[in-house]
């Protein structure tokens, strides 16, 4: 799969989506999937999609998503909507990608597949960052070490 998302649908998501389809991204969309035919359907895709807007609320804004880890974590390359805070966790265009507007999702998508060996190299450094980091037996041990020391 050239490029995927994995989540509940909204209007939002259905924009971005269009403008993918519009323009020949090869992009596939999943809903209603096991967490473990998500982490495949990831691990199958060149580029693992995850759009932030919390479109709950009464106040539409970005915020952290699980996916942020689980695209990293299936060695699919992140291509995220950007939220405040990202960049603690990840390190932007050598571990993950970011976008903040349709166009600029769109022209990453396209750059990033027309380059597989940048695409693959970002990929393979936020699976590393993520074995180092965010695994969860290592924040578990840091969070049994942090209670230690009170």
Known sequence: LDASFCGIPNED??????LLQDNGVNFNYYYRLSHEDMMLTYSRSKIGLNFSKNMNGEEIKTQMKARMFEV?????????????????????????????????LLQKVKYLLQNPDLCNTIA???YQRFLKEHESHVRMNNIIEQIKKI
């Open 72 to 104: 990293p974590g299936a060695r699919s390359l992140l291509l995220t909507e950007y939220t405040d805070g990202l960049e603690q966790f990840f390190e932007i265009d050598k571990e993950i990608v970011c976008f903040t507007e349709p166009e600029e």
């Open 13 to 18: 998501r259905a924009k971005y989506t269009q």
């Open 124 to 126: 393979n450094n936020g």
